[in-house]
């Protein structure tokens, strides 16, 4: 098996979860996959299976896109409903002060990772420290109706030294109010991008305490929610002997990437690594096919030289 399998993930699993149940299914331990979602999010989650698996550090297109539901009145530890309530506070301001704050939000940004990720800080994640923090300040984040919760979790956030990251939100639409005090929005941001964060600072710049209640991933990439398929469709896909008609061909990858089709003698000079001299192209990157139209790989032309990038033939089949 090679190529990408969008899958759309359910709400409960990591995504290591995912790709732990996927090598049974697949029958490989080459799996990889392309931006990290958590286990109360779902949708699109982009699976590199077996030789696709050399793509994921090679995408053009790293960006995201969210539909997320902000709640005001509640603060927690998590930064979402899945964690220990920190604060509750009376909700004051709806959707006119939101409409209000949202611009401000859109465009170069600096974020401070939640305690509760995978970011490291001395190589350590911030969940790691978050737990020792929080056990060395006394055994864990206070309950709800305790007067010094939030200052104990401030202490704790404190104490694990984050560093603020740039990130890029490029648009903000709001969706509407599924419930009283709630309020859904779509998100198109770079990688990296925190949604629990941005919807906690959205609600601090309107006077509130927020916290996330929903969150779906709607874009990964080049890849959206058209393209993934549940769990329960790709193990009866499985059943059927069919699971390899679900698997997107590896070069959609490289989507973005001018198409390069090159003769047998070029074909061999990048199967041997040998760079092409006087070749006739402008410079760049390259998706490159060879006359039958099978995807050989990345290349790049610099100065009329075309020299190989990453193949993804079978070494076999060469």
């Known amino acids: 098996m090679q190529g990408i399998l969008i899958v759309d993930k359910p709400a ?3 995504s290591f979860d995912v790709i732990a149940k996927l090598r049974g299914v697949l029958g490989t331990r080459k799996l990889g996959h392309s931006g990290t979602l ?7 989650l982009p ?8 793509a994921v550090d090679l995408q053009e297109n790293h960006d995201k896109t969210y539909r997320a539901v902000l709640r005001l009145g509640t603060r927690t530890d998590t930064g979402d409903v899945t964690g ?10 709806g959707e006119t002060e939101l409409l209000a704050v949202l611009p401000r939000f859109v465009g170069p940004q600096t974020q401070l990772p939640p305690l509760y990720s995978a970011v490291k800080v001395n190589g350590v994640p911030l969940y790691k420290l978050a737990r020792q923090n929080s056990a060395r300040l006394g055994g864990g984040a206070a309950p709800a109706d ?13 104490a694990a030294a984050r560093k603020p990251r740039p990130v890029t ?53 080049v890849y959206g929610e058209q393209d993934a ?3 329960e469709e790709i193990l009866a896909a499985k059943a059927a002997g069919t699971l390899e008609t679900l698997l997107l061909p590896v070069d959609t990858v490289f989507a973005a990437l001018p198409r390069l089709t090159v003769n047998d003698g070029v074909k ?8 092409t001299s006087n070749f006739r192209a402008a410079d760049g990157r390259y998706r490159v096919y060879d006359l039958t139209g099978s995807f050989l790989g990345l290349a790049a032309v610099e100065q009329g030289v075309l020299q190989v990038e990453k193949l993804f033939v079978d070494r076999d089949a060469r």
């Open 268 to 275: 061999r000079h990048l199967y041997n690594g040998c760079p």
């Open 12 to 14: 409960g699993w990591t």
């Open 146 to 158: 305790a007067p010094d919760a939030a200052a104990r979790w401030a202490a704790a956030e404190q």
């Open 84 to 93: 220990t309530v920190l604060e509750t506070a009376p909700v004051t301001a």
């Open 229 to 231: 398929h549940p769990l």
């Open 169 to 221: 939100i490029y648009s903000i639409d709001y969706e509407g109010s599924p419930a009283p005090g709630e309020y859904a929005l779509r998100v198109a941001c770079s990688k990296g991008t925190y949604i629990r964060t941005l919807l906690e600072d959205i609600a601090a710049a309107m006077g509130q305490k927020g916290t996330m209640s929903a969150l779906r991933r709607v874009q990964a990439g």
């Open 47 to 54: 699976v590199f299976c077996g030789g696709a698996s050399k």
């Open 38 to 44: 958590d286990p109360m999010a779902t949708g699109v």
